[in-house]
């Protein structure tokens, strides 16, 4: 469970053939968030990288949803994607920048 900006969601691992992670278009992704049941739905086959990935890339979407973030479908997936693939690197690199100037 996790809560963002008072909106509790839940984090649910499903079978890869689930209803939960059929997409738009018919086909299945491994992670889905879900706005109308606040929860996150991802494969029980995902592990290691490739968890940390599809979660905190589905995490985005949940960001957006509790703060009422709205802006293109597009837009937002690949906001997504780049946190993902990213994110750690731009938090660490901030972390050592500020703590070689001493703050």
Same mark, same amino acid.
């Given at each position: 469970m996790l809560t963002v900006n008072s909106v509790t969601w839940d984090i649910v691992f499903v079978p890869p053939d689930s209803p939960m992670l059929l997409a738009d278009g018919g086909h299945y992704t491994l992670g889905m968030a879900d706005n109308r049941y606040k929860a996150v739905? /991802?494969?029980?086959? /995902?592990? #290691?990288?490739?968890?940390?990935?599809?979660?905190?890339?589905?995490?985005?979407?949940?960001?957006?949803?509790?703060? #009422?973030?709205?802006?293109?479908?597009?837009?937002?997936?690949?906001?997504?994607?780049?946190i993902s693939e990213? #994110?750690?690197?731009?938090?660490?690199?901030?972390?050592? /920048? /500020?703590r070689s100037i001493g703050l």
């Open positions: 739905f /991802l494969s029980d086959m /995902l592990s #290691g990288e490739k968890l940390y990935d599809v979660l905190c890339h589905e995490l985005v979407h949940v960001y957006c949803f509790s703060y #009422g973030i709205v802006m293109d479908r597009e837009d937002e997936e690949h906001m997504a994607q780049f990213y #994110g750690r690197m731009v938090v660490s690199d901030t972390d050592t /920048l /500020l």
